[in-house]
T-cell receptor
């Protein structure tokens, strides 16, 4: 599986936008970019996914670079409940997701 | 909203004892996954089922771990005997099988926290 690189941690203020970066320079044409997050003491939760075009849903937006070698998860207005570990994962087939260490997002009140 | 059910939520056992975890996936989800998550690390895939068949168990320590999904619905993960290093969160997830396989989304349960003393 192609590898992703994320910062270990990021800090943001409540009610401000958050941009979480992910590099995936070895991505192949059929890899989907998935984002999951894991709140403390809970299982991972799906956030968003995309292939080539930018995507929006009720939780977040996903901006994908034109060459697809990087992407950014955007939380438009962070709340304290968004404090979690965010995982950027590439997925090609139906195999299980391969999790890295993710980005620990800290939200300051 | 449909959920993946797991039990028990917490389990404390002594080493060399047997322990079992149960998972009930979302109705209609043919694919079921078991993950292990050690504190401070990302989840690691242990086994993947497609209906009642094992698709991938390459990371399952088969000398002590076993998993089954007899009727292609709910599943059980067993550890016998438990060792101190097995202390972790055991997560179950399920997904539909669609034509665009890379786009399939996994739904995770809340997990079963195991502590081996």
């Amino acid at each position: 599986d192609a590898k992703t690189t994320q910062p270990n941690s990021m800090e943001s203020n409540e009610e401000e936008p958050v941009h979480l970066p992910c590099n995936h320079s070895t991505i192949s044409g059929t890899d989907y970019i998935h984002w999951y997050r894991q709140l403390p003491s809970q299982g991972p939760e799906y956030v968003i996914h995309g292939l080539t075009s930018n995507v929006n849903n009720r939780m977040a937006s996903l901006a994908i670079a034109e060459d697809r070698k990087s992407s950014t998860l955007i939380l438009h207005r962070a709340t304290l409940r968004d404090a979690a570990v965010y995982y950027c994962i590439l997925r090609r087939g139906a195999d299980g997701l391969t999790f890295g260490k993710g980005t620990h997002l800290i939200i300051q009140p | 909203e449909a959920e993946v059910a797991q039990s028990p939520r917490y389990k404390i056992t002594e080493k060399s004892q047997a322990v079992a975890f149960w998972c009930d996936p979302i109705s209609g989800h043919a694919t079921l996954y078991w993950y292990r998550q050690i504190l401070g690390q990302g989840p690691e895939l242990l086994v993947q089922f497609q209906d009642e068949s094992v698709v991938d168990d390459s990371q399952l320590p088969k000398d002590r771990f076993s998993a089954e999904r007899l009727k292609g619905v709910d599943s059980t993960l067993k550890i016998q005997p438990a060792e101190l290093g097995d202390s972790a969160m055991y997560l179950c997830a399920s997904s539909l099988v669609g034509l665009r396989r890379g786009a399939n989304v996994l739904t995770f349960g809340a997990g079963s926290r195991l502590t081996v003393l």
